[in-house]
């Protein structure tokens, strides 16, 4: 089944680390993709760009609305992803938990559909 490991985290966290915290975490991502990618597992995975080039859509009453920036308040942002194949729940839920991430944002995990023909039944 495969899981998206979504990311979040304050980016005003991020703003106030050092540079060598920085690069500290920039290693531990890269040695968790080497051994996701070893496992098998990965499917896919990046980062996103900052926040700040974000745009929302809302359609209300047949007109499309854009918003610069997330379209709701939060201080943690989506900051990436990884798309996994595992076969259990419980294997997603330890992958989750060696992201660098979950020391200091949160990492969801949810489920995609891959089967659109059970989602109208």
């Known amino acids: 089944m495969q899981y998206m490991l979504l990311i979040y985290n304050d980016p005003s ?6 540079e060598a915290d920085r690069g500290a975490i920039y290693g531990a991502y890269g040695a968790f993709t080497e051994e996701l990618q ?7 995975g990046d980062a996103l760009q900052d926040i700040s080039t974000a745009t929302s859509v809302r359609v209300r009453g ?4 854009t918003t610069d920036g ?18 259990t729940l419980d294997e997603a839920l330890e992958w989750a938990a060696k ?3 979950s020391t200091y944002g949160t990492v969801e995990v949810r489920p995609l559909v891959t089967n659109y023909e059970t989602m109208s039944a």
């Open 13 to 18: 966290g991020w703003e106030s680390m050092s």
């Open 38 to 44: 070893a496992s098998g597992k990965m499917v896919g």
């Open 62 to 65: 047949g007109e499309t609305l």
């Open 70 to 87: 997330p379209f709701a308040e939060t201080k943690e942002v989506l900051g990436g992803y990884y798309l996994i194949d595992v076969d």
């Open 99 to 101: 992201l660098p991430g």
